[in-house]
T-cell receptor
Framework: DPKIIQKPKYLVAVTGSEKILICEQY?????MYWYRQSAKKPLEFMFS???????DNQTASSRFQPQSSKKNHLDLQITALKPDDSATYFC????????????FGPGTRLLVL | GDSVTQTEGQVTVSESKSLIINCTYS????????LFWYVRYPGEGLQLLLK?????QKGSSRGFEATYNKEATSFHLQKASVQESDSAVYYC????????????FGAGTQLIVIP
């Protein structure tokens, strides 16, 4: 059974719209993360949360807002979508956010037209 | 800031031959970084292949090895004899010495193993 679930797998959106990417982990972890991989670029760190609190933020734009309604959830709301937001978004989790291994979900592939 | 460089975007190797995928890093944060290799098989998510948190140590998994070389700032991935099932994208990653946990990834190297 998948331990980190990301929904949806694929998403097509129009410029200016808003979407929420879902991430749930069933590993009992306390830290969760978002990363993004745009075409021809490395995976880039976006956010990390620990015990549902923001720990680290590498995303300059306020259009990207993580939302943690439960300890094992970290959704990503993206507003005013732009074509440059097209990427695969990966959720990850770890026991804590220090020395522990991060486990990744399968990703949500977002295309903004 | 911290960064990782993988020079080869794609590597093609015949089955049973040896493999080396190069990774070098730059770490400017306090403390020694932790180093990782992740792998992404076709149609699947990112999986941890191996990690090394202490300089000078070697990590190994599934026949792959990588040594944390602090002097050369390298963490090359090697395998003595590849199999077709090793075809995947391999990512080198670094976690800086701070406690915040963020990973910095290289661009990835696509390994194609020819039977």
């Amino acid at each position: 059974d998948p331990k980190i679930i990301q929904k949806p797998k694929y998403l097509v959106a129009v410029t200016g719209s808003e979407k929420i990417l879902i991430c749930e982990q069933y590993l009992g972890h306390n830290a969760m993360y978002w990363y993004r991989q745009s075409a021809k670029k490395p995976l880039e760190f976006m956010f990390s949360y620990s015990y549902q609190k923001l720990m680290d933020n590498q995303t300059a734009s306020s259009r990207f807002q993580p939302q943690s309604s439960k300890k094992n959830h970290l959704d990503l709301q993206i507003t005013a979508l732009k074509p440059d937001d097209s990427a695969t978004y990966f959720c990850a989790s770890s026991q804590e956010n220090t020395q522990d291994t991060q486990y990744f979900g399968p990703g949500t592939r977002l295309l903004v037209l | 800031g911290d960064s990782v460089t993988q020079t080869e975007g794609q590597v093609t190797v015949s089955e049973s031959k040896s493999l080396i995928i190069n990774c070098t890093y730059s770490a400017t944060s306090i403390g020694y970084p932790n180093l990782f290799w992740y792998v992404r098989y076709p149609g699947e998510g990112l999986q941890l292949l191996l990690k090394v948190i202490t300089a000078g140590q070697k990590g190994s998994s599934r026949g792959f090895e990588a040594t944390y070389n602090k002097e050369a700032t390298s963490f090359h991935l090697q395998k003595a004899s590849v199999q077709e099932s090793d075809s995947a994208v391999y990512y080198c990653a670094l976690r800086g010495g701070s406690a915040l946990g963020r990973l910095h990834f290289g661009a990835g190297t696509q390994l194609i193993v020819i039977p």
